[in-house]
């Protein structure tokens, strides 16, 4: 007797049925990039149809997402560059862009799950993520103090959870205790737990106006070479109280999702960077590729482990998901 694999793909509905991953709009974190200044909605030039908006503005691109059934932002802030300092205090300022834009957000729709990006390189002046010590060395233990401030103030402000991005070693823990000792101990830390130093965070770095004024990120960030680290790194998180992991980016990195999903329990995110974002989003803007592409390459993103996707094409999948 002949197996018929074929039966099962007969027609749409069956093959519903059968579906293995499902994707769901549910499982999609929207970024949203917001600036200073007022009136302001305007296209980042390497991330086609993704947005700067001033706060403002905000409250029609959340109508938006809500209408779309999108139910989770992850926010970045770019100051002014008159505000940037040495050690990112605008970043922990309770008036500061992300924790009006916060303010905002929970003003227009309470419900909406607003996660923040919280790092300190959209707010020193080098553009790094953390305190330099004379050498140029970023200097860990110190950083941390730093990083819990900005967490701290991003939840007295409304966030829902924080999403620490920066690599210190330690981090997690500080934070931790941090809002424990404010009495946020029900928040919820998603921790960027396996995060590579990566060339296909170029579009971002325009976005967020946050590349580095010198050198790299490759002392704190991890060599993309390294799957056993990515093992070490999401222990090290799970054991200091993260409550999600992450592995950033997504598209060239399917196996380390893989790994860090079969030898963990947390639930696991993965970044769809814009790098990944930015070439798939031409080839389709430019007739190369059908806008499937979008789906299949999201889609093999879920399928290596992913339960939640951050990515810039969350408002193309939600429109086709409806379809
Ligand atoms: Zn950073």
Do not use: W
């Amino acid at each position: 007797m002949l197996r018929r694999p074929r039966r099962l793909r007969a027609n749409k509905a069956i093959r519903n049925l059968v579906r293995e991953t499902k994707l769901n709009v549910e499982d999609l974190i929207y970024p949203l990039f917001v600036v200073e200044g007022e009136g302001i909605k305007s296209e980042i030039s390497s991330l086609p149809d993704v947005y700067h908006f001033s706060i403002d503005k905000l409250a029609e691109e959340i109508e938006e997402l809500k209408e779309l059934g999108i139910e989770h932002v992850i926010l970045f802030g770019i100051p002014h560059d008159h505000e940037k300092d040495a050690c990112g205090s605008e970043g922990y300022n309770d008036n500061g862009i992300i924790q009006r834009a916060i303010r905002k957000i929970k003003e227009v729709d309470s419900e909406m799950n607003v996660i923040t990006d919280v790092c300190m390189c959209e707010y020193t002046s080098h553009g790094h993520c953390g305190i330099l010590t004379e050498g140029g060395y970023v200097d860990n233990d110190q950083t941390l103090e730093y990083l819990a401030k900005i967490a701290v103030s991003h939840v007295k402000a409304g966030a829902d959870m924080v999403a620490p991005s920066d690599m210190m070693d330690g981090r997690i823990q500080a934070i931790r205790e941090a809002l424990d000792k404010e009495g946020f101990e029900h928040i919820a830390i998603m921790s960027y737990s396996v995060k590579y130093a990566s060339t296909f965070y170029g579009p971002f770095r325009e976005a967020a106006n946050s590349a580095p004024a010198f050198g790299d990120r490759k002392t704190y960030q991890m060599d993309p070479a390294n799957t056993n680290e990515a093992i070490i790194e999401s222990e090290l998180d799970v054991l200091e109280g993260a409550d999600i992991l992450m592995v950033k980016p997504a598209l060239s990195y399917l196996d380390v999702i893989r790994r860090v999903k079969d030898n963990f329990d947390l639930p696991l995110a993965a970044y769809n960077v814009s790098g990944e974002y930015a070439m798939l989003k031409s080839a389709v803007k430019n007739g190369i590729l059908a806008e499937g592409a979008i789906y299949e390459s999201v889609m093999s993103i879920k399928r290596a482990g992913a339960d939640i996707i951050i990515t810039y094409f969350a408002k193309d999948l939600a429109k086709m998901l409806k379809k």
